[in-house]
């Protein structure tokens, strides 16, 4: 096949079934579908594989999400939230939408999404790092929702999915505690 591509000819039978049916393109959809049929009927499926189910939260972050959900009792927290539920591509007068424009953020996936239960603003977007991560990436990203309002907390990997070590990594999230007298100045 090489040497085809090289110099025009091949040695071989191989050399001239290529040759042939790059000279006879009907040729080449018969011989496709011949195949396809055969391989069917073999058993052979010629479909996507079908999806199986995979854990929804490691060990890890079903721990954590008990420990988030004790240590922000007024928040509700929604776990593996895409991106694309949080963030949209900006319209421009200059210039279309482009699936390029939403490519950038859709498939992404953030660990946890903290939301006021009384008013449903989202307080912080909550990502426990692991080995996985790579700080540039999570400069980036965390820029990214950044710019679109949201404040990222993120829980480092040594920290332990406990009360303790979790209330620590959150407590720019707690409520701030109402004024005594009633709030108004005098």
Not at 68 to 74: F, K, S
Not at 145 to 165: C, E
Request: glycine letters at 8%; hydrophobic letters at 45%.
């Amino acid at each position: 096949m090489t040497q085809l591509l090289t110099t025009g000819h091949a040695n071989g039978w191989t050399g001239y079934i290529v040759a042939h049916l790059a000279a006879h393109p009907y040729a080449t959809i018969i011989v496709v579908m011949t195949l396809a049929m055969m391989l069917r009927s073999a058993g052979v499926r010629l479909e996507p594989p079908r999806p199986i189910a995979k854990r929804f939260l490691t060990g890890r972050e079903q721990a954590m999400l008990v420990a988030l959900e004790r240590a922000l009792p007024h928040c509700r927290i929604h776990a593996q939230v895409a991106m694309g539920a949080l963030l949209q591509a900006p319209g421009s007068p200059l210039r279309r939408r482009r699936l390029s424009d939403r490519n950038a953020f859709s498939q992404k996936i953030v660990d946890f999404v903290a939301q006021d239960r009384s008013t449903g603003a989202i307080i912080a977007l909550i990502e426990v790092d692991d080995w996985s991560h790579v700080l540039e990436r999570d400069l980036a990203r965390d820029a990214m929702t950044g710019r679109a309002g949201y404040r990222t907390i993120r829980i480092p990997a040594q920290a332990r999915p406990t009360f303790g070590d979790v209330r620590a990594a959150v407590a720019p999230l707690f409520p701030s505690p109402a004024p005594v007298g009633g709030g108004l100045p005098r």
